[in-house]
């Protein structure tokens, strides 16, 4: 599958709320995201997102400069959390995950 969409976001964890850096990489109906370290050539992919199970996509609230670019990702089995460097950059993810939201 071609690379749709790819670049560098940050994620709260599943389990523990923590913030990480992540490389996503948007490729036929998944928006996979992955580990940098590094000195490692080689990324590791810690998950994957099935846009055939995404149900939304929405803008984020928080008071949190530092989170202001913060969008949401829902599916039946989480909301993932997430957010960007920028506007442009929030509103280009968003629109790319949308676009492949009922087409998988």
Not at 26 to 52: N, T
Not at 59 to 86: L, N, W
Request: glycine share 8%; hydrophobic share 35%.
């Amino acid at each position: 599958d071609v690379v749709e969409k790819e670049g560098f976001l940050t994620k709260s964890g599943g389990r523990i709320k923590t913030w990480k850096r992540r490389l996503f990489v948007l490729r036929g109906s998944f928006l996979f995201y992955y580990k940098v370290k590094k000195g490692e050539e080689e990324p590791k992919l810690m998950g994957q997102i099935d846009m055939a199970h995404v149900g939304q996509v929405f803008h984020g609230k928080t008071e949190d400069e530092a989170h202001r670019f913060y969008f949401h990702v829902a599916t039946p089995a989480r909301v993932f959390d997430i957010y960007a460097s920028s506007e442009e950059e929030r509103q280009s993810w968003m629109d790319a995950i949308r676009n492949k939201i009922g087409t998988c």
